[in-house]
Every structure is written in C-alpha cells, then in structure tokens.
C-alpha cells in the first residue's frame, strides 16, 4: 500500500537525500545544528521553533529564551528553510482586551497557513500556561485572540483545515510544573474564540513514551488519514527523555488512532541533543513537506538550547507504521 500527501506542491523544500548506510526511518542534517543562539543577540538559547512556507520563502516563528531566562516569540524569515534571519526584537501582539494581551511568558509555538491567514499557537503565560492564539498575514503583525483554553495546558496544535465545518486542535492539558504526566486531547471551534466538545486521542504508553506525549508538527493530511509526529517521554534515572514518534489519525474524526508507532522514529543521540539546558530531547514542532515528492523535513528543538532538522518521506514513515506499531 502507498500513501499520498495532500495540498499544494513545494518546490523549494529543504533537503538531503538519506545516506546509504541509515537504517532509521529518520535523517539528520548534516550541517546540523541549524540554527544556535548566535543568530539572536542577548540569547541564551533558540529551539522548539515553528516553520512554514510563505509564498515562494519560508517564515517562522522562533522561541528565544534570553538571558535572563525570560521565554520569548520572535519573528523570522528565510529564502531556502535554512539559513534564518530572526528579529531581534520579540513579536509584540496587537490584542483588543489588554488582559490578553499583557505579556508574561511565550514557548513553543506552532504556526500553520488556514484558510486566508497564518495562525499562532503557542504556550501563553495566563495564571499558569494555556494555549495563546494569533493571527497574522505577513509576519510583521500579528493580531492575538483570546487563550484557547483554562490554564494548565501545552502543545496546541492547529489542522491545516476545518473538519466538518470547524477549526481543529490538538492540546495536552498538564499542570503548572514540569508536568509528569499528559494525554493528547483534540477540540473544536466555531470561530477560533470558543473551544468545546473535546476528544480523547492518546495516553502514554510503554517504553520511550511512558510518562507523557503530546502534539508535534501541524498533522499532514493525507490519502490515508493525518500524519501525526508527535513526542513522547519516559523517565529515566536522570530524568526526561524526549524522543519523536509518528500516529495515523482519522481523517473526519482525528480523535481516532489508526495507527502508532511502537518504536521512536528520532530520539537523542547526537551531541547536541544529550548535551544543553536541558539534556536528552529531540523535539519536533513543524514540517514542511511536498505531495509531489513525499519528501518531508522536520524542524526539532534539541537539548533545550538549539534548533536542528531532520528528513524523511511520507511512504517511509507510512511502511514504519505498518511494521512498528499498535
């Protein structure tokens, strides 16, 4: 059997082709890391970033940790997904209702292109972390509506389109800590203000992805149902381990998991990713990808502390599912 992804061709997609001797479903770049806190000024760290393509370019959306520590959004644009010009400046929300809008803390944003405009999801500081959500059209202003959820909630996650006539999303509800626990829920909107009729999609299981999971990119939509990378984690002795992996979801009704993998398909193993702020973590936010090839890169923060990139294809990641999976 085959898979097809749908939606438009890209025809600039970052990419390298899989070296001979790789037996895992997934590559890295081998100029990785791809993007380090040098790029930003006062940066302590730029990782666990959104992607995506903007007309015949690239625009994201980058979590820069400064100094101090404080977790920021900044704007970036790039010609070839690869070499990344980043404001220097953290993106600062235009917000009706300034309780809203009053910044208190931003990370791990998702960016995706629905409809007319480009959505922001990421993790809002509100009383606690929610999902904040944003729009904007051309990456210079960005308009902020009201937090998706109640606090405690991480990992929002946009479908690329409404199903059955409503906005889509993927969240993980936690708690105000470094949360040792954390199901993947989906809910639904009428006007991406008021969120309901929430969904069970999957728990933690065993192994590499016993303790927590949660949403990674924008799920693919393709012929066989919504290609979900997502990352999961176990507890160690030293602590959590991050690790990606990759579910078929329905396509009508995304709460139900055709397919999951058993095994991760990227887990830490390089230096850049056992070594930094926060070691042991390969965390995958966005993908780019192209119907025409299949072809896939995943942009995945490492170590807490800098950006890299990884390849595959749908077809790969498809076969991994039909031999490694529940």
């Not at 999902?131 to 929002?156: C, H, K, M, S, W």
């Not at 105000?176 to 809910?187: K, L």
């Not at 139900?256 to 230096?271: A, C, D, G, Q, T």
């Amino acid at each position: 059997m085959s898979i097809t992804i749908l939606g438009h061709k890209l025809k600039n997609l970052p990419w390298e082709e899989k070296p001979k001797d790789c037996l895992e479903p997934v590559w890295r770049y081998s100029k990785n890391p791809l993007i380090t806190r040098e790029t930003v000024r006062g940066a302590n760290s730029i990782f666990n970033s959104a992607v995506v393509a903007y007309k015949d370019e690239f625009r994201g959306v980058f979590r820069i940790d400064t100094k101090e520590l404080v977790m920021e959004l900044h704007s970036g644009r790039s010609e070839d997904g690869l070499s990344w010009n980043i404001d220097q400046e953290r993106i600062e929300f235009n917000a009706e209702d300034p309780e809203i809008g009053r910044f208190v803390y931003g990370y791990d944003p998702r960016v995706v292109f629905l409809e007319d405009r480009y959505y922001v999801t990421w993790c809002n500081g509100y009383h606690g972390p929610t999902i904040g959500v944003a729009y904007t059209y051309d990456f210079e202003r960005f308009y902020q509506l009201e937090n998706a959820f109640l606090p405690f909630n991480r990992n929002g996650v946009l479908f690329p389109r409404k199903i059955k006539g409503k906005f889509a999303m993927l969240s993980r509800p936690s708690d105000n800590g470094h949360t040792p626990f954390g199901d993947i829920f989906y809910s639904e909107s009428p006007d991406m203000i008021h969120w309901g009729c929430h969904r069970h999609v999957m728990s933690p299981t065993a192994g590499w992805q016993s303790t927590k999971v949660g949403a990674g990119p924008i799920p693919i939509e393709t012929s066989e149902g919504w290609l979900l990378i997502y990352h999961g984690v176990w507890t160690s002795c030293n602590g959590f381990v991050y690790s990606a992996g990759v579910a078929l979801l329905d396509l009508e009704r995304p709460w139900k998991v055709i397919k999951r993998s058993k095994h991760y398909i990227l887990n830490p193993r390089m230096p850049y990713e056992n070594i930094g702020d926060v070691p042991n973590v390969t965390f995958p936010c966005a993908s780019l990808q192209d119907p025409e090839t299949g072809r896939i890169a995943i942009y995945y923060g490492a170590a807490d502390t800098v950006t890299a990139l990884a390849f595959t294809t749908s077809e790969i990641l498809y076969h991994f599912l039909q031999e490694h999976s529940y």
